[in-house]
């Protein structure tokens, strides 16, 4: 048996078409197939049937009707009474949508892989199952009900093939069809998308601004809206004259348009509820972001800052006020382990492929179900899944440049958002935002935004030594907000008390398994030689918070300034000490935050040398 709902609802019986008649029994038939071997009940085929004023005997006519339809299809189907309602099953039948959904399912993911020949030929044959309007002599009530998303998927479908076909570079030969459909369905913004892209491809730039115009107008006055992402970017491509290939080759960045995959990556974490500060900043990384998204910027995005100065919070915030520039999704990995190690790169890749949807195993190299998997394929593999898609890659708490050599030349037409306490200079091409400390402002109102601000306000004098004892530091401040407001009865006064103690004001710097001896001591364990490194931080805590030369500290570690030089700049690079400016010399200076002062006091003590906190915020 043969069903067809794409078109006239039929049923074929041996090459030869069963003889149905009316309405209403073509309407049963086609909803018991649309239930795909669902129970379809009384009051559902009532509805459809008759709409909200079904007749007294309307039970009586439904069975009348599936009586009918018993006789008509024989014994290969199988029509059963089951409360509520009916079941029809069919096993050995084909059913048109089945087909379709099936071939348009395996031409989209041909696509998504660039295989786009093979994706045209698929996609042309589902498309070939429609026979004109689907459901065309059923009630009006069916088709209100099931005629809209049959249409959707149909569109879809036939805007992924024309998506391949421009792939191939057949843009002149679609003008002429995107033209018509284009007429026909004026605020489908893809097809006119596409249209504009046939347009420009073949040389008839003026023509795809018209398109443009006429689709932006037709959109303002009918919905009141602007243009989407799809229809702006085709139009910013189209401005810039990047003029395409000709007949017959594939076009390559910029794209006028971008295939859109229906199962966009979305690996971001929440967003930061009330984003605080960094306005600047954040101005300027999401600036960074629009450009790099239209292919003028830069590839590779880098936030730098000492542990716990809010390198996460701010390109998260970034990436998820950004993410509508990047239709092929968002990813996002940590890419250090708890204690500070870096993650085996094949163990990043195969956490960035998994939310592309590829099932590899989780240990990367440690194999999946088909036995391990090499780091060379894992790099193929993701520049095949990236190839050619506008998406952002947020990669958090990169340890050095060498671990991110496979993920950053996996993805060459990604942009890569970068966290890390260090510059990372061997990124090519990288543009770098620094964080420093917060200021006073930025600081009350982070600390306000958990503890209140009227508490704060009522006792000025204790929140300011509060905010001078946390530094400007955000995770100092979120502790410290949090500890407040965990303790309602407290005054701010006495938490202040208890961080006025230099000796115990970083355990007091501490909640819920967070801590600002944590996040320092994490990045000092990461910087290579950490157990030099800990030797110079102490030495040089007598020299205060006051800004110095190398010299200065040459005379502190007992050694020659260019060697004190090499000791300064692996703290430097560790975000454990910052470069303030230059002297009259132009030799730089260095300075210490108040909070690593702190920590190189704790260092002295040998139980302080171990791991004091097992969480650090980045």
């Known amino acids: 048996m043969d069903f067809r709902v794409l078109g006239p609802v039929e049923a074929h019986k041996d090459g030869a078409r069963v003889a149905l008649s009316g309405s209403k029994v ?31 005997t309307s039970g009586a006519q439904i069975y009348t009707y599936m009586s009918r339809l018993r006789k ?35 031409g989209r993911e041909a696509l998504r892989r660039k295989r786009f020949g093979e994706a045209g030929a698929l996609l042309t044959e589902a498309l070939e199952h429609w026979r004109g309007t689907a459901l065309s002599n059923v009630t009006e009530h069916l088709a209100d009900a099931e005629l809209p998303q049959l249409e959707e998927a149909r569109m879809h479908a036939l805007e992924s093939r024309i998506e391949a076909d421009l792939a191939l570079g057949r843009h002149e030969q679609l003008a002429a069809e995107l033209t018509g459909l284009v007429a026909q369905f004026p605020l489908r913004e893809k097809l006119r998308a596409q249209l504009m892209t046939a347009y420009y491809r073949s040389g008839r730039q003026s023509d795809a601004l018209q398109s443009y115009y006429e689709g932006r107008s037709l959109l303002a006055d009918q919905l009141g809206i602007d243009p989407g992402e799809a229809l702006g970017s085709t139009y910013e491509a189209v401005l810039a004259g990047n003029r395409g290939p000709g007949p017959g080759s594939r076009i390559r960045q910029p794209e006028p348009y971008d295939y859109e995959d229906e199962d966009v990556p979305a690996m971001l974490p929440p967003d930061t509820e009330e984003f605080i500060g960094r306005q600047a900043e954040l101005a300027a990384l999401r600036a960074q972001l629009a450009d790099s998204a239209t292919g003028r910027g830069p590839r590779h995005l880098l936030v730098t800052g000492m542990a716990g100065v809010g390198k996460t919070a701010l390109a998260l915030h970034a990436a998820h006020t950004s993410a509508a520039r990047y239709p092929g999704g968002c990813l996002f990995a940590e890419i250090a382990q708890p204690d500070g190690r870096p993650k085996p790169p094949a163990e990043v890749l195969t956490t960035l492929l998994r939310g592309l949807g590829e099932h590899v195993g989780r240990g990367g190299a440690g194999g999946g179900a088909d036995g391990p998997v090499e780091l060379d394929e894992l790099v193929r593999l993701y520049r095949a899944r990236t190839a050619g898609r506008r998406l952002l890659v947020v990669l958090d708490g990169a340890v050095s440049s060498r671990g991110l050599d496979p993920v950053l030349s996996g993805s060459p037409d990604a942009v890569v958002l970068i966290t890390s306490r260090t510059r990372l ?20 109102d982070l600390l306000a935004a958990s503890a209140g601000r009227a508490r704060l306000l009522a006792e000025p004098d204790a929140t300011d030594d509060v905010l001078a004892y946390c530094a400007g530091l955000p995770l100092a401040l979120r502790i410290t907000g949090s500890r407040l407001a965990a303790r309602p009865y407290w005054p701010v006064a006495r938490l202040a008390e208890r961080l006025a103690d230099p000796q115990t004001r970083l355990r007091e710097l ?109």
Not at 88 to 98: E, G, I, K, T, V
């Open 510 to 618: 501490s909640f819920g398994g967070t801590g600002v001896t944590g996040a320092l001591m994490q990045a000092l364990r990461q910087l290579p030689g950490s157990d030099g490194a800990r030797t110079t931080l102490i030495r040089l805590a007598g020299i205060g918070v006051d800004s110095f030369p190398a010299q200065r500290a040459a005379m502190y570690l007992g050694t020659r300034e260019s060697a004190a030089e090499q000791r300064l700049e692996q703290l430097v690079d560790g975000a454990l000490l910052d470069i303030c400016g230059v002297d009259r010399q132009g030799r730089p200076l260095y300075r210490f935050h108040e909070l690593v002062l702190l920590l190189a006091g704790l260092l002295k003590d040998p139980a302080h040398c171990g791991q004091p906190e097992t969480t650090a915020a980045r």
């Open 72 to 106: 008509l299809l024989g014994d290969e189907v199988r029509i059963e009474r089951r409360q509520p309602g009916y079941l029809l099953q069919a096993p050995h039948s084909r059913f048109d949508l089945l087909e379709f959904e099936r071939l348009d399912k395996q």
């Open 425 to 444: 200079t061997q990124v090519t091409g990288a543009r770098t935002t620094a964080l420093a400390p917060f200021g006073d402002a930025a600081a009350f």
């Open 26 to 56: 073509h309407t049963v038939l086609a909803t018991l197939l649309l239930a795909r071997g669902r129970v379809v009940s009384d009051a559902r085929l009532n509805t459809l049937l008759w709409g909200w004023e079904p007749p007294a």
